[in-house]
């Protein structure tokens, strides 16, 4: 689960947080359409996101997300080194106080994450996912799920380099067929 967590980690948490905490630093946002009402649905109960916390537990989901604040205030840190280059040491100092004072905050996501599934999920269907989680092809699901997505996203990006040629080579071929070669 390491592998995983790490690649999420790294790779995609402190970079989605990131832009999400600075906007000041961003172009703002363009308008999207308004988005068809969805469905209420009632709040999830307290059973329900207790099975849902236990569920996300059994994944690892923390491991996701554990890096989170020092991944946001170095990422922050960054920005602002970028903008104010004179104050670098001040700021690297700032960060250390401000990292520390938000220290424990990831738990929010972990909460956040229990909601949503409890909401997503009945109480009895998070029951059933725990239940599954705890039996050996659950246990073995979470160990080697880890190294076959990174096999498949590996394998993915080798099939998309190889394909990318070969469309590259379609374009030139039907622009050569234009006496517009390139």
Known sequence: M??????LS???????????????MAQAPKQAAPAAPA???PPPSPAAISAAR??????????????A??????????????QHLNYQKDL?????????????RENEIGEGMAQIYATEF?????????????????QKLLTHEPRAISGSMGWMNQWAQEFGVKVNDAFKDEMKKR????
């Open 2 to 7: 390491k592998g995983y967590s790490a690649i």
């Open 10 to 24: 790294a790779a995609g948490l402190a970079a989605i947080l990131a832009l999400s905490v600075v906007p000041a």
């Open 39 to 41: 469905a209420k649905k």
């Open 54 to 67: 236990e569920f996300l537990v059994l994944k690892n989901v923390g491991a996701m997300f554990g890096g």
């Open 69 to 82: 604040v020092p991944g946001v205030v170095d990422q922050t840190r960054n920005a602002l080194t970028q």
């Open 92 to 104: 690297s100092e700032v960060a250390v106080i401000v990292a520390r004072n938000f220290a424990g």
């Open 122 to 138: 009945s109480e009895q269907e998070l029951r059933d996912l725990v239940t599954f989680y705890k039996t050996p092809l659950g």
């Open 179 to 182: 006496n517009k070669p390139i």
